[in-house]
C-alpha cells in the first residue's frame, strides 16, 4: 500500500469522488426545482411503428394528457368512454383503501408486512387496463394494482397478506409476493429486477409459439442498477421480443434517491436508446398519459414492432415499506410539494370537469369501498392472521421443493413432525 | 436400489451405432428431445450456427431450426433469466452455460429463481430447465476453465444435480434431466467428453469407441435421476466417485489390484443413498474421490453421511480424495489434480487402518 500514500504530483489539481446528495434532506424545505415538467398535450404522438432513432426526445420529455384544467389534451388523450375512466377510477381508490386498511392490519400486528403504493396508483391500473386479459405480467413489490384491475379476490390478497390457512400461497412468502397464473400475475420475488430477464424469456417463447400475448414487466429507477435489468435489454433488443418495460420512478430506493441510480445524469427512460429500444417517458400521475402510453407500447410489441421501454415519473408518497420511515433521510413535505399532484384527485377531476362524476358520488364510492375492504378482511381473518396459530400442515413446508419429494426431504418432514407432536402436542 | 452395471459390461438396451463419444451421446440425447417435445429449446453462448464450442450442439440448429437452436448474448444471468421466463410460458428450456467457470453471474436466477418457483408460487409456475455446462480440469484450462462448482447447487434446495460419466449415460441422464419438471444443473465432465482417463496424463489418450459404455443407442432411452451405478462390485473398500474420477479411481484399483467397490454417483442431488448404505456396510470403508476444492465439498455431506448412517459398520475413518483449497493453476495443474498418487496413497491408508 505504500505506493498509494505517495505524494500526489504537484502540477495537478487533487481528484475528487462525487458522492450524489439529493436536494433537500430533513428539516430542508422539499425542493423539486430540478424537475421540468412539460405542458400536457405538447409532446407528440409518433406512429406504433417508429424507429426508436426517430424518436428518441421522447426518453427526455413527459408524456401527459391531463392538464390543470382536468381537461385530457394532445394527441395522447385515449379515446376512453366515461365507464371506463370511472372504473380506472374505482379500481385506484380501491387500491387506496386496500393499502390504507393493510397497513393498519400491520400495525395491529396482524402481519409481519406491508408495502402501499400511495401516490403511484396510475403506475399499475390504466397499464394492465390497456394490456389484453391473457398479456402476461412480470411485477414488481408495488403493483398490487394489477391484481386489482384484473379482479383478483380481496379476501385472497389479504389471506396472503396475514399468512392464514386459506393463504393461496401457503404461507411459504413475505405478505404481498403474490402470484396468480389464472390472473396473468408472475409469482413477486424479494430479489430486484429478477423478473426482467425473465418477462423477456416469456415473450420470447410467445413469439417463437407464433402466440399473440404479450408480456410487461415493471421494477424501480433504483434496481435498474441491477445486471438483470441491462441482461433483459439486451435480449430483448437482439430477439425484438414483444415487451413492455416499465421503469417506475418514484424518486425513492428506500433511502436512497435516484440519484443513485444515475439520475443525474439522464433520464431513465433514456436507458433504452443505448439498446436501440423505443422509449417513452410519461407523467405516471396521469392515468390517461400511462394508459395511452401502455396502449402504444402493447400495439407495438403485438405487431412485431419490438420492445418499448416506459418510465413512469412519480413519487413514493409513503414509506418504502411498514419497516422504513421516510422522516429519516427526506423533507418532510415533499410529498405535498410534489408538482405532478395526486393521481386519484387528477383522474377525479377530470371526470368531474367532464360532467361524469361529482364529489358525492366520489365520497359515496369511497365509503362504499372502504366497507368492502374491511368486510373482506373481517373474512380473511376468520382463516387466522399471522402468528396465530399453526396455519399450514407441516408437511406444506416439505411440498413443492421438488416434483417429487427426495428421500432427504422425507427424512426432514418425518423430524419436524415428531418436533410439532413435542412442541405443539394434541 | 442403484444399478449394477459395471464399465466394462455391455449395456442391456445397447444396439448400433457404435462408438459415441461423449459429446456426440450429447447431441444425441438433444437432438433426441428435440425431436420428441416442441416444447424443448436451447439457447446459449455458440450453440446456435457454430454448435458449441466443444460441438455438442452441432447440426442442430439446421435440423431443427432457428427458433428451437439458437444463439444467445454473453450473459449468463440473462440466458438463466430467459429459460426461467420460457419455462412459465411452458417451454422446457436446455441453456447451455460454456463453462461452470462462467456460471457465477447467472447464481441469483439459478438460486433464488429457478430453484424457488415452485415453491413460492405453489406450483404455479415451474422452471423444467435443464443447464448444461462442461466443467472440471484436466484440460490446461487455468482457474477459469477448470472449476468444479457443484457443491454449490447441491447445497441450495430446489435444484438437483447430474454428473455423469460415461457417454451411455451422459445421453440417459441428460433426456430424464430434459423430462424432468424440476431445474437440473448437469455438469459434463469436459476431461472425458472425448475419452476416458486414467488419471495418468503422461500416457497416451484412450478414445471412447474402445470403451464398452460408447456402445449408444440412437434411440430413446433415459436412467432415472437418483440412481447410482455400482461400476466394480468388491468386498475391501467402498470407493464414491462421480464425473472424470470414476475413471482415475477405478484405474488406480485395478492396477492396485484391490477388491474395491466403485460406485458411481451420477446424480448428487437426489443422491441414492440406499446404493451407498449397502456398500459401506459390506465394505466397511468409505474412501470420496472428487476435483473440487475440499472445503464444504460434496465429499464432507457425503462423508458425514456415511458416518451417521454406518458407523457401526466402519472399520476406518472415511476419507476424502480432493482438489486442494487452492484457485485451480495452470502450470502445476497435475499437482492439483487428484491423481493416481493421491487415490493410492488414500487406499493404503483406509485399507490399514
Avoid at chain 1, 46 to 74: F, W
Amino acid at each position: 500500500m505504500a505506493d498509494r500514500q505517495s505524494t500526489p504530483k504537484s502540477n495537478l489539481a487533487p481528484l475528487s469522488l462525487h458522492v450524489p446528495e439529493p436536494p433537500s434532506r430533513p428539516g430542508d424545505a422539499p425542493d423539486f426545482s430540478h424537475v421540468e415538467i412539460l405542458k400536457a398535450g405538447v409532446t407528440p404522438r409518433p406512429a406504433e411503428d417508429s424507429d426508436p432513432a426517430a424518436m428518441r426526445d421522447h426518453a427526455y420529455g413527459l408524456v401527459r394528457v391531463l392538464d390543470d384544467d382536468g381537461a385530457a389534451v394532445g394527441p395522447w388523450a385515449p379515446k376512453l368512454d366515461a365507464e371506463t375512466k370511472r372504473r380506472m377510477l374505482k379500481y385506484m381508490l380501491r387500491v387506496r383503501a386496500f393499502d390504507d386498511r393493510m397497513y393498519r392490519a400491520q400495525r395491529q400486528g396482524k402481519t409481519s408486512f406491508y408495502m402501499k403504493c400511495t401516490g403511484e396508483e396510475a403506475v399499475a391500473i390504466p397499464a394492465t387496463m390497456a394490456l389484453d386479459r391473457d398479456d402476461m405480467c412480470f411485477p414488481s413489490y408495488r403493483q398490487q394494482g394489477i391484481l386489482i384491475a384484473r379482479d383478483y379476490p380481496l379476501i385472497d390478497m389479504i389471506n396472503q397478506i396475514y399468512s392464514n390457512s386459506a393463504d393461496p400461497l401457503k404461507g411459504r412468502q413475505l405478505p404481498i409476493m403474490y402470484s396468480s397464473r389464472e390472473h396473468g400475475f408472475f409469482s413477486i420475488s424479494g430479489n430486484l429486477t429478477t423478473q426482467y430477464p425473465q418477462a423477456v424469456g416469456y415473450a420470447m417463447a410467445s413469439a417463437a409459439k407464433g402466440d399473440t400475448r404479450i408480456a410487461a414487466t415493471w421494477c424501480g429507477e433504483g434496481s435498474t442498477a441491477e445486471g438483470d435489468f441491462h441482461a433483459a435489454l439486451t435480449f430483448a433488443a437482439v430477439y425484438n421480443a414483444p415487451i413492455i418495460f416499465n421503469i417506475v420512478n418514484n424518486q425513492w430506493a428506500i433511502s436512497s434517491f435516484s440519484g443513485f441510480a444515475g439520475g443525474e445524469r439522464t433520464t431513465f427512460a433514456a436507458r433504452g436508446l443505448g439498446y436501440g429500444i423505443a422509449a417513452l417517458r410519461v407523467d405516471g400521475n396521469d392515468a390517461l398519459a400511462v394508459y395511452a402510453a401502455t396502449r402504444w407500447a402493447a400495439d407495438r410489441a403485438r405487431t412485431n414492432k419490438g420492445p418499448t421501454l416506459i418510465e413512469h415519473f412519480t413519487y413514493r408518497s409513503e414509506g418504502h415499506s411498514t419497516s422504513d420511515d421516510p422522516s429519516g433521510y427526506r423533507a418532510a413535505d415533499e410529498k405535498t410539494a410534489w408538482p405532478l399532484g395526486d393521481p386519484i384527485e387528477r383522474l377525479k377531476a377530470h371526470l368531474v370537469a367532464s360532467g361524469e362524476w361529482d364529489d358525492d358520488r366520489h365520497e359515496a364510492l369511497r365509503t362504499e369501498l372502504s366497507d368492502e375492504v374491511k368486510a373482506a378482511g373481517k373474512e380473511a381473518e376468520k382463516n387466522g392472521v399471522l402468528g396465530h396459530g399453526l396455519h399450514q400442515p407441516f408437511e406444506t413446508m416439505f411440498e413443492d421443493v421438488y416434483a417429487d419429494m427426495p428421500w432427504h426431504l422425507r427424512e426432514q418432514m418425518e423430524q419436524a413432525l415428531a418436533e410439532k407432536d413435542a412442541k405443539w402436542p394434541k | 436400489m442403484a444399478e449394477v452395471k459395471p464399465l466394462d459390461a455391455k449395456p442391456a438396451e445397447a444396439k448400433a451405432p457404435k462408438g459415441m463419444n461423449m459429446i456426440e451421446a450429447i447431441n444425441s440425447a438433444l437432438d433426441t428431445m428435440l425431436d420428441r417435445d416442441p416444447d424443448v429449446v436451447i439457447l446459449g453462448e455458440d450453440v446456435g450456427y457454430f454448435g458449441g464450442v466443444f460441438r455438442a450442439t452441432a447440426g442442430l440448429q439446421e435440423k431443427h431450426g432457428k427458433t428451437r437452436v439458437f444463439d444467445s448474448p454473453i450473459s449468463e444471468n440473462g440466458i438463466i433469466g430467459v429459460a426461467v421466463g420460457m419455462g412459465a410460458y411452458g417451454l422446457r428450456p436446455v441453456p447451455e452455460i460454456q463453462f461452470a467457470d462462467y456460471i457465477y453471474p447467472g447464481l441469483d436466477q439459478i438460486v433464488s429463481e429457478a430453484a424457488r418457483i415452485r415453491y413460492r408460487s405453489v406450483g404455479q409456475f415451474i422452471a423444467p430447465m435443464t443447464i448444461r455446462s462442461p466443467y472440471g480440469g484436466g484440460i490446461f484450462g487455468g482457474q477459469t476453465h477448470s472449476q468444479s462448482p457443484e457443491s454449490l447447487f447441491t447445497h441450495m434446495s430446489g435444484v438437483k444435480t447430474v454428473i455423469p460419466s460415461t457417454p451411455y449415460d451422459a445421453k440417459g441422464l441428460l433426456i430424464a434431466a430434459i423430462e424432468c419438471d424440476d431445474p437440473v444443473v448437469f455438469f459434463e465432465p469436459k476431461r472425458i467428453y472425448n475419452g476416458p482417463f486414467d488419471g495418468h496424463y503422461d500416457r497416451p489418450v484412450q478414445p471412447w469407441a474402445k470403451h464398452p459404455a460408447s456402445d449408444v443407442p440412437k434411440d430413446y432411452y433415459r436412467i432415472e435421476l437418483g440412481k447410482a451405478n455400482i461400476v466394480r462390485v468388491g468386498e475391501a473398500v467402498t470407493v464414491l466417485a462421480y464425473g472424470t474420477m470414476v475413471h482415475v479411481a477405478l484405474a488406480v484399483v485395478e492396477e492396485l489390484g484391490i477388491d474395491a467397490e466403485v460406485i458411481d454417483l451420477r446424480s448428487l442431488v437426489p443422491l441414492d443413498i440406499e446404493a451407498i448404505e449397502t456398500s459401506v456396510r459390506k465394505t466397511g470403508r468409505c474412501m470420496i474421490v472428487h476435483e473440487a476444492t475440499r472445503t464444504s465439498g460434496f465429499g464432507a455431506e457425503l462423508s458425514a453421511l456415511v458416518q451417521e448412517r454406518c458407523f457401526y459398520h466402519l472399520e476406518a475413518p472415511v476419507i476424502r480424495v480432493t482438489g486442494f483449497d487452492t484457485p485451480y493453476p495452470h502450470s502445476l495443474e497435475w499437482a492439483y489434480f487428484p491423481g493416481p498418487i493421491r487415490i493410492k496413497t488414500a487406499l493404503e491408508k483406509i485399507l490399514k487402518d
